[in-house]
């Protein structure tokens, strides 16, 4: 005997929910999945049986949520890595090269990080020699 559509899309929404809520998550992810599984459970709820919602469908946006959470979470631990990274770099000789956006000459600078600036419009650490903030990815060598 085939379960009606009703039945079975409350108890997949309802298994999904319990599920999302025993998942250790940042704050603005949980919430996020919070509330895309509360307009999915009342789209699931608010169905009639002549026009039932798409299951592919709810596949789907269910997939394209978790992907771009996913995104997200990656972002903050590439952000978060750099930051440790940059921190490490503290009171550190470092040699790093800095191209000139006008002539594109390339120019070498070693000094002493001296702090670490995270006011950025992108929110990207840079460390700061000799009162000037660069990118890590400039960094050549460290030491010495």
């Given at each position: 005997m085939c379960a009606d559509v009703s039945d079975v899309y409350p108890a997949v929404a309802s298994t999904v929910v319990s599920q999302m809520k025993t998942k250790a998550a940042p704050k603005a992810v949980d919430d996020a999945q919070s509330s895309f599984l509360q307009l999915l459970v009342a789209q699931i709820s608010n169905q009639t049986p002549d026009?039932?919602?798409d299951?592919?469908?709810?596949?789907?946006?269910?997939?394209?949520?978790?992907?771009?959470?996913?995104?997200?979470?990656?972002?903050?631990?590439?952000?978060?890595?750099?930051?440790?990274?940059?921190?490490?770099?503290l009171h550190q000789q470092v040699t790093l090269l800095?191209?000139?956006?006008?002539?594109?000459?390339?120019s070498k600078i070693s000094g002493e990080v001296t702090s670490v600036d995270v006011t950025n419009a992108d929110g990207e650490p840079r460390i700061v020699v000799g009162g000037k903030a660069y990118r890590l990815d400039s960094?050549?060598?460290v030491g010495g």
């Open positions: 026009t039932p919602m299951a592919t469908q709810m596949i789907t946006q269910f997939a394209q949520m978790n992907a771009a959470l996913g995104l997200q979470k990656l972002s903050t631990s590439v952000t978060s890595q750099q930051l440790s990274t940059a921190t490490t770099l800095e191209t000139d956006p006008d002539t594109l000459l390339v960094v050549r060598s």
